[in-house]
């Protein structure tokens, strides 16, 4: 896709070339602005492993879909869904442990998508596309797409704010004080996986739960309350998607690599800045 | 259900997975009234609170509630992940209206120094009269504390007793505490339920315990005291299914002081 790049740049179609840059741009900072505050729960409650699960069972749904030649965006966001109320009842049932059970249904999905994307050699498959992100590919109706949905998981995300921070800091407390805690962890949860299907094309399945808790956890350092937090880790992923790409764009390298590893720089960059004084 | 009654409950039975966990229990409180519920582990106290809370429903029996009742509630002990930055300040807003006077709470549980502290920075004794301020943020009908001195030292768990029946006196609130420290308990409870997954006794502690300087003996003898009270829960375990009568609390005190008094 880099290439891609290039090629369009020899070719001068300078118009063209401004536009791939600017939607990939505004695609990964939607996405960014998203993933901050919804990648701060996934730190508070511990779920980067229940992320990874997700994202790397959302490529057995693009595979059969790929397959049962479905609409693509439709059918990742669909599979992603899926999976995520299917782990909730396995997660409330409760026959494992819960990283046993993720481990085992993310690397089992994971070999399966792979297998069932292989059986579907008729159809020309950018495998690499879904494992590490295609940002520079995003289109018009891509970007559409992406706005929308990290439009409505940001809104959903305001109003329900101080609901799931109470069932975070407390389940049984928050239940008691008259919130329905498992319905909005399960919309939580819905909240994520939306986010993880809309940011495959940016950084692909392997990287997703990256671009959730790098900026989060860079966040935690220069905040003190939850909503700077939030913001900071927003702030983090958006200077991670222009570095990223700014990389990409001057060094040809891939660019879902290239903004997970901005998002790292800037996660070290803030741990090595010294404190004034212990918090 | 009468006028000052917070919650009865009828023959509640509870199992799990086939194993009984608590059979035909009892329990009214009332307004204004401190009902601590002792027993050994594994005798059903947490689940018998998570009934009473509603976040368990029973196999058997029955469950009533005051219409409109309020119910505050201190778990055990809370953890805060590091990762999540939360000062005492935002955390009891998370419970109540967002105009509530945190301020005046904190002072309450006297710990007005508190509030922009770091939720997860906090000490055991610091967590718990959060929790308790939190518990309080709702101007609960009815108090429920999950052992509310855990994690506390010896001085600090004669205060917090005291502050809980400050507490109670101030807001005439219903009070159902789980409670190991019977001997520190004691001077203000008005009804003890001993649990073993049946209820044991019920009934009002021995009147000697309501002496200062018996409190104060015990505070220091605090370690002796309860091994020989858990001792002896172990043995009342041992006569499970005695009819329930009201001497078997003030049994286990008697040998406690008598062994050592």
């Known amino acids: 896709m880099v290439r891609l790049v290039a090629i369009t740049m020899q070719t001068k179609e300078l118009i063209t070339m401004a536009d791939f840059v600017?939607?990939?741009?505004?695609?990964?900072?939607?996405?960014?602005?998203?993933?901050?505050?919804?990648?701060?729960?996934?730190?508070?409650?511990?779920?980067?492993?229940?992320?990874?699960?997700?994202?790397?069972?959302?490529?057995?749904?693009?595979?059969?879909?790929?397959l049962l030649n479905l609409q693509m965006q439709v059918?990742?966001?669909?599979?992603?869904?899926?999976?995520?109320?299917?782990?909730?009842?396995?997660?409330?049932?409760?026959?494992?442990?819960?990283?046993?059970?993720?481990?085992?249904?993310?690397?089992?999905?994971?070999?399966?998508?792979?297998?069932?994307?292989?059986?579907?050699?008729?159809?020309?498959?950018?495998?690499?596309?879904?494992?590490?992100?295609?940002?520079?590919?995003?289109?018009?109706?891509?970007l559409f797409w992406i706005v929308s949905c990290c439009l409505i998981c940001g809104v959903v995300?305001?109003?329900?704010?101080?609901?799931?921070?109470?069932?975070?800091?407390?389940?049984?407390?928050?239940?008691?004080?008259?919130?329905?805690?498992?319905?909005?962890?399960?919309?939580?949860?819905?909240?994520?996986?939306?986010?993880?299907?809309?940011?495959?094309?940016?950084?692909?399945?392997?990287?997703?739960?990256?671009?959730?808790?790098?900026?989060?956890?860079?966040?935690?350092?220069?905040s003190n309350t939850p909503e700077q937090m939030a913001l900071g880790s927003a702030i983090a992923g958006c200077l991670a998607v222009m570095g990223g790409l700014g990389l990409s764009y001057f060094w040809d390298t891939p660019a879902g690599p290239s903004i997970v590893a901005t998002a790292f720089v800037l996660f070290i960059v803030v741990y090595l800045k010294p404190t004034a004084g212990k918090r | 259900m009468d006028r000052d009654l917070l919650i009865k409950a009828r023959g509640i039975g509870v199992n799990f997975e086939g194993r009984q966990i608590l059979s035909h229990i009892d329990l009214e409180i009332f307004q204004g009234q401190l009902?601590?519920?002792i027993g050994p582990n594994g005798a059903g106290k947490t689940t018998l609170v998570r009934v009473v809370l509603g976040l368990l429903t029973p196999d058997e029996g029955q469950m009533e509630r005051a219409q409109g009742l309020k119910i505050g509630y201190?778990?055990?002990?809370?953890?805060?992940?590091?990762?999540?930055p939360l000062t005492v300040e935002r955390f009891l807003k998370l419970a109540g209206p967002s105009a509530l006077d945190v301020g005046t709470l904190l002072e309450e549980v006297r710990i007005s120094h508190l509030l922009k502290q770091q939720v997860s920075r906090l000490s055991g004794g610091e967590m718990q009269r959060v929790l308790l301020a939190r518990a309080l943020s709702r101007k609960p009908h009815l108090l429920v504390l999950d052992e509310p001195a855990q994690g506390v030292d010896v001085?600090?768990?004669?205060e917090l007793y005291e502050l809980i029946n400050i507490i109670r006196a101030d807001h005439n609130c219903g009070v159902l505490m789980v409670s190991h420290d019977l001997h520190l308990v004691m001077a203000g409870t008005d009804e003890v339920i001993c649990l073993n997954q049946h209820i044991c006794c019920h009934g009002k502690p021995e009147h000697v315990s309501t002496d200062p300087a018996y409190l104060a003996l015990f505070g220091r003898r605090e370690a002796e005291t309860l091994a020989v009270y858990t001792h002896h829960h172990n043995h009342s375990h041992d006569i499970k299914g005695a009819i329930i009568g009201e001497a078997c609390c003030d049994h286990h005190a008697d040998k406690g002081t008598h062994n050592h008094g």
């Open chain 1, 157 to 222: 995300l305001i109003l329900f704010w101080k609901r799931f921070l109470a069932i975070t800091v407390h389940r049984e407390l928050a239940m008691i004080e008259g919130l329905a805690a498992d319905r909005l962890y399960a919309l939580l949860v819905f909240l994520i996986a939306i986010l993880i299907a809309v940011a495959m094309k940016i950084v692909g399945v392997l990287l997703i739960t990256s671009l959730l808790i790098i900026p989060a956890a860079a966040a935690r350092r220069v």
């Open chain 2, 155 to 158: 001085n600090g768990q004669i």
């Open chain 2, 74 to 84: 201190m778990p055990q002990k809370l953890f805060v992940e590091p990762t999540l």
């Open chain 1, 75 to 142: 059918a990742i966001i669909g599979s992603c869904l899926a999976f995520a109320a299917l782990l909730l009842l396995l997660e409330k049932k409760q026959a494992l442990a819960t990283d046993t059970l993720l481990g085992i249904i993310a690397h089992s999905t994971l070999a399966f998508g792979l297998i069932v994307l292989s059986i579907s050699d008729r159809v020309q498959v950018n495998l690499n596309a879904f494992l590490f992100g295609d940002l520079l590919t995003v289109t018009r109706s891509d």
């Open chain 1, 22 to 66: 600017l939607y990939a741009l505004l695609a990964g900072i939607s996405i960014a602005v998203v993933a901050g505050p919804l990648g701060c729960f996934v730190v508070w409650r511990r779920m980067s492993y229940f992320g990874d699960t997700l994202a790397h069972s959302s490529l057995l749904g693009v595979a059969i879909a790929i």
């Open chain 2, 35 to 37: 009902v601590t519920l």
